[in-house]
């Protein structure tokens, strides 16, 4: 099993749809949860960061983790065609010092 | 802030020819980078790990004697890609800790595209 599972898409949605994008993992003992945005032929940026479980909203952005399911969610509201980029999963902590990463999921935003 | 540069960004080379990839944080102190591969429509996939003034642990399967990581200050790292060949063709990565920001929050170079002919 994988340590960090996401759904690669691709995913197509028209501009102003809400999109939801989602991760599950497999050790309890993460505790820092972070979504990146990777334009094509660029490095990942970092979206959100969050420690533990709950909401963190930034903007459009909205980051969810819910650690008794293992789940963790980014949710982009009025999506917009420069939102169009592969979005990865991150997560990290326990005894290990690396961040793991998840496929990524390629989303499209038509307008 | 938490600004990471690479260079170059693009680079072609003859096989058999050795490559240099720098990586800076430009705004921050980095004790630790990574380096990541990353190949078309795939994920990043971590190549080592170094901290400053010392060796670099590599994950398993990465040749260290061919991927030669310098880790010499709080704020450059580089990656030498020794006696290249087409295989070692792909998207290379860096990647910074910010002291400062605590020990999760990681930032990504821009990346480098090698081409081995």
């Known amino acids: 099993q994988k340590e960090v599972e996401q759904d690669p898409g691709p995913l197509s949605v028209p501009e102003g749809a809400i999109v939801s994008l989602n991760c599950t993992y497999s050790?309890?003992?993460?505790?820092?949860f972070m979504w990146y945005r990777q334009y094509s032929r660029k490095g990942p940026e970092l979206l959100m960061y969050?420690?533990?479980?709950g909401n963190k909203e930034d903007g459009r952005f909205t980051a969810q983790v819910d650690k008794s399911s293992k789940y963790i969610s980014l949710f982009i509201r009025d999506s917009q065609p420069s939102d169009s980029a592969t979005y990865l999963c991150?997560?990290?902590?326990?005894?290990?010092?690396?961040?793991?990463f998840g496929t990524g999921t390629l989303l499209a935003v038509q307008p | 802030g938490a600004v990471v540069s690479q260079h170059p960004s693009r680079v072609i080379c003859k096989s058999g020819t050795s490559v240099k990839i720098e990586c800076r944080s430009l705004d921050f102190q980095a004790t630790t980078m990574f380096w990541y591969r990353q190949f078309p429509k795939q994920s990043l996939m971590l190549m080592a790990t170094s901290n400053e003034g010392s060796k670099a642990t590599y994950e398993q399967g990465v040749e260290k004697d061919k991927f030669l990581i310098n880790h010499a200050s709080l704020t450059l790292s580089t990656l030498t890609v020794t006696s290249a060949h087409p295989e070692d063709s792909s998207f290379y990565i860096c990647s910074a800790r910010d002291l400062g920001r605590g020990l999760s929050e990681q930032y990504f170079g821009p990346g480098t595209r090698l081409t081995v002919t």
């Open positions: 969050t420690y533990s479980s």
């Open positions: 991150a997560v990290y902590g326990g005894a290990t010092n690396k961040l793991i």
């Open positions: 050790n309890s003992a993460f505790q820092y």
